[in-house]
């Protein structure tokens, strides 16, 4: 067997992304509300990408409950972990290191958080907390979950944090359930508003 062909995945390559942020009090949010307004964000091209079609599993428990299909990725109210959140899940690959891939989903996803605080609040306020954000890994072949797997990105994921939070540290835990794939949750400041975690991105960025 070749060098090549014996060398470890890269875990740094992972395209198949994925990030999620968390409502803030999430009974003020029915999941049966958010499908006309993902309707409506195809119909007004109210965020990124190119989108297609809405599914409708909010009779399901737990799990996706709401999908927003794009070409590039989709949007996704989700309800994993008995958590409900929004998730913006990448398919297309991204062009640049881990650090960078990850800022340009996460910024896809603030965009649409922040939109759907405000459009979809029938009966009440919706926010999402801006001190907690999971990374979950689509690839078991060069992210399997395996603490070599955290070892190799954790440098990408924090420096991804650093921009988000304004140096602020981060507490990371990753996924240990066997059998999952491989994901971090990530817990940091309290207390600070969504467009205040989009403007530090877009200053990272250079914008």
Do not use: C
């Not at 999908?67 to 959140?85: A, I, K």
């Amino acid at each position: 067997m070749n060098a090549a062909a014996s060398a470890a995945p890269d875990a740094t390559a992972v395209q198949r992304i994925a990030l999620k942020l968390f409502l803030d009090g999430p009974a003020a949010l029915a999941p049966r509300d958010v499908i006309p307004v993902f309707h409506r964000w195809i119909q007004t091209r109210a965020v990124d990408g190119l989108l297609i079609d809405v599914a409708d599993y909010t009779h399901l428990p737990t799990g996706p409950l709401a999908l927003l299909v794009g070409h590039e990725g989709r949007y996704v109210l989700d309800r994993s972990g008995d958590r409900l959140g929004l998730q913006y899940v990448r398919t297309q690959p991204l062009d640049g290191p881990l650090e960078t891939r990850l800022r340009t989903v996460a910024a896809m996803l603030l965009r649409a958080a922040r939109r759907l605080e405000k459009d979809a609040a029938p009966a009440g306020p919706v926010r999402f907390r801006g001190d907690e954000i999971d990374w979950i890994v689509n690839d078991r072949l060069l992210a399997p979950n395996k603490p070599d797997t955290f070892l190799a990105v954790r440098p990408a994921f924090e420096s991804f944090l650093d921009a988000l939070s304004g140096g602020a540290p981060w507490t990371l835990t990753p996924r240990s359930e066997s059998g999952t794939r491989f994901g971090i949750h990530a817990r940091g400041p309290a207390g600070v508003p969504l467009e205040t975690l989009a403007g530090r991105l877009d200053s990272a960025a250079g914008f």
